[in-house]
T-cell receptor, first 114, second 112 residues
Framework: GAVVSQHPSRVICKSGTSVKIECRSL??????MFWYRQFPKQSLMLMAT?????????EQGVEKDKFLINHASLTLSTLTVTSAHPEDSSFYIC??????????FGPGTRLTVT | AQSVTQPDIHITVSEGASLELRCNYS??????LFWYVQSPGQGLQLLLK??????LVQGIKGFEAEFKRSQSSFNLRKPSVHWSDAAEYFC??????????FGAGTRLTVKP
């Protein structure tokens, strides 16, 4: 149980375009989901907290107009990288909050902006 | 503010040898502590967690960790490492899951 999926697993897009990443909790409902960014050989950095039915809370330094988060249902949160640039290339990981203050992580999405 | 320090960026051990990965934390109250493992290009898998109670926590894949409040540490151990344990290991601390912070990670290499 407690499986989180992400789609796509890899995406390549051209500079200036937008790309959407989906995060789904497959066998449980998650009021809260989280989006992380991970640069090569570095740790996870929390980008934002996504709450179903309300606006996301962004960490300091994260541009909310560039990284649009929508959490429209209890099983789906989406991250849209708008007007992507090469510096946005990264590994994006989502997680969903389960019971007892535990996060379940998705497999990640590798974004490459050319 | 909470923080996590993993002093060892990279550790190499021989297969069958014991392993200890260090984690030190800074947190104002009793923390929730976690160890995750990440294989290349993959998400994170929870190895074990400490919320309260017994300070020696057993996890999956033969891992254990000990919470030592006096030393602000939560070191991960395994008595005998397998080649499949080669991965990146992250220690994390938080009060609630929306307050979680990760260490920089320790990369484990296992020699045959």
């Amino acid at each position: 149980g407690a499986v989180v999926s992400q789609h796509p697993s890899r995406v390549i897009c051209k500079s200036g375009t937008s790309v959407k990443i989906e995060c789904r909790s497959l066998d449980f409902q998650a009021t809260t989901m989280f989006w992380y960014r991970q640069f090569p050989k570095q740790s996870l950095m929390l980008m934002a907290t996504s709450n179903e039915g309300s606006k996301a809370t962004y960490e300091q330094g994260v541009e909310k107009d560039k990284f649009l988060i929508n959490h429209a249902s209890l099983t789906l949160s989406t991250l849209t990288v708008t007007s992507a640039h090469p510096e946005d290339s990264s590994f994006y990981i989502c997680s969903a909050e389960g019971s007892v203050d535990e996060q379940y992580f998705g497999p990640g999405t590798r974004l490459t902006v050319t | 503010a909470q923080s996590v320090t993993q002093p060892d960026i990279h550790i190499t051990v021989s297969e069958g040898a014991s392993l200890e990965l260090r984690c030190n934390y800074s947190y104002g109250a009793t923390p929730y502590l976690f160890w995750y493992v990440q294989s290349p290009g993959q998400g994170l898998q929870l190895l074990l967690k400490y919320f309260s109670g017994d300070t020696l926590v057993q996890g999956i894949k033969g891992f254990e960790a000990e919470f030592k409040r006096s030393q602000s540490s939560f070191n991960l151990r395994k008595p005998s490492v397998h080649w499949s344990d080669a991965a990146e290991y992250f220690c994390a601390v938080g009060g609630r899951s929306n307050d979680m912070r990760f260490g920089a990670g320790t990369r484990l290499t296992v020699k045959p």
